[in-house]
């Protein structure tokens, strides 16, 4: 064998082998995340690529981005992942926040997606996404917007610690602490 075919073989194992390391680390990457089995479609974490565009919902005057979208199944499924979270069930607010991407893939789809998945740090939760969670999640969106035209809205919490990191705090009449 010449030396250049020698040269050649090398850089190809080489290359085989830097494939193998590769694919081995984003599976890694996805079992840590909770990812479901699919085809990723879009990803806003900052470390991939973001999303062309947020998933928007005229009609409900609504938009965002889930931190992943996962074709799997004939479904999309919205992942959001909150890495600093260690809770044995998720948080109301996570549940909403899922449930507002789940009711987004819907109107975007025209599709109604079957679960959306939240991952915390040592837990992944699968939100199936029943038609209680879209009512919760469409009359938190009317409270929202009937709050946004009130003179005077009251805290939603009765939580000093919550008051003591707000931004508004020394603003604020109703401060806790």
Known sequence: MSQVGALLA???????????????HSRRQRQRLGLPQGRVVSADTGGWRACARPLYSARYGL????????RTKGALVPVEVKPGRRAARPYPSDVLQLGAYLLLVEEETGRRPPYGLLCYAEAKFEIPYTSGLRQSV???LQEMQRLRHARRVAPQHHEPQRCRHCGHREHCDDALA
């Open 10 to 24: 090398l850089v190809g194992a080489a290359l085989a082998l830097l494939a193998l390391l590769a694919w081995r």
């Open 138 to 140: 469409i009359a938190t």
């Open 63 to 70: 938009a965002g981005k889930p931190d992943y979208l996962v």
